[in-house]
């Protein structure tokens, strides 16, 4: 991109590691021991790839508004944001092929999981004022450890993304 603190992303073992790790697991929810860093998920039955995921979260720039730092009402653009947060200087993604997913009650999926380091989506600044935690997350959003979260779902071949 052409943002002036963006310092781009380069590809990490140790995220790849920790993500592939927690993907195996099965589990659709956010890892608890992935430590300081951002984390997007991603299932779907049937084959898919990790870039199909990635365009996904991108297409969520549709539904930011730089302006004001935040979705459109009702709608995720989280995923999006992390992807392209200024100070994010490592992603490392997995996945697994889950009989089984956890949570979610779905079969034969494909999970793929992306750490993000360091964090973004940090409340108070914008991806490339500050307030108290979680003031500002968008609707449809719960604060948990002081960051936005939001579960989401829409039926395009079963997708989900977390």
């Not at 200087?89 to 979610?104: A, E």
Request: hydrophobic share 30%.
């Amino acid at each position: 991109g052409n943002d002036a603190s963006g310092q781009g992303e380069k590809w990490d073992y140790k995220l790849e590691r920790v993500s592939k790790g927690y993907a195996a697991r099965c589990i659709w929810d956010h890892n608890p021991k992935r430590g300081k860093s951002g984390e997007n998920l991603f299932v779907s039955t049937g084959t898919i790839h990790a870039e199909t995921a990635v365009i996904f979260w991108y297409n969520e720039i549709s539904d930011y508004t730089f302006d004001t730092n935040s979705c459109v009402p009702g709608k995720m653009c989280g995923h999006y944001t992390q992807m392209v947060w200024a100070n994010t200087t490592k992603v490392g993604c997995g996945n697994h092929f889950c009989p089984q997913l956890k949570n979610i009650k779905m079969k034969q999926a494909n999970f793929i999981v992306c750490n993000y380091s360091p964090v973004g989506n940090l409340k108070g600044s914008g991806p490339y004022k500050q307030g108290p935690s979680c003031s500002e997350c968008p609707s449809g959003y719960t604060c948990e450890n002081k960051l936005c979260k939001n579960w989401h779902a829409f039926p395009i071949k079963k997708i989900i993304r977390l």
